[in-house]
């Protein structure tokens, strides 16, 4: 299958979410960002920057797909559009991934309870 004929197929595909969705096309680009997201983390259990790369990679794919439709159908969004897709698309991810970076993990061991020892190191000192 050619470049051609895969813009095709995706341009098809987004009309159809768009239309079965009745979304606009940045509230789409953010669920993307976050299913695919929540998908490697939660889904396939992946580390957070294979997450977040795969958000990335999904992201300029996508953009990558429209620009070649937007050259088969002859006109050729301006290029802050795409860029303006990208941000939607990964922005919450992002985040996501930043703030998961420093969250207190729940497999972290928790402080043992010495009870009366916890004390006695306290006197020692």
Do not use: C
Not at 57 to 80: Q, S, T, V
């Amino acid at each position: 299958m050619n470049t051609e004929a895969v813009s095709a197929v995706y341009q098809q595909l987004k009309i159809v979410v768009i239309d079965g969705s009745g979304l606009g096309k940045d509230a789409l680009h953010i669920y993307a960002g976050m299913a695919i997201y929540l998908a490697m983390r939660l889904g396939l259990r992946r580390p957070v920057w294979m997450a977040w790369i795969a958000v990335v990679i999904a992201a300029l794919a996508g953009e990558w797909l429209d620009i070649e439709g937007e050259y088969l159908r002859g006109r050729l969004a301006p290029e802050p559009g795409h860029w303006h897709d990208i941000w939607n698309t990964a922005f919450w991810p992002s985040v996501l991934a930043l703030v998961e970076r420093w969250w207190p993990r729940r497999d972290a061991a928790p402080t043992p309870d010495l009870g009366e020892n916890a004390e006695r190191g306290l006197e020692q000192a």
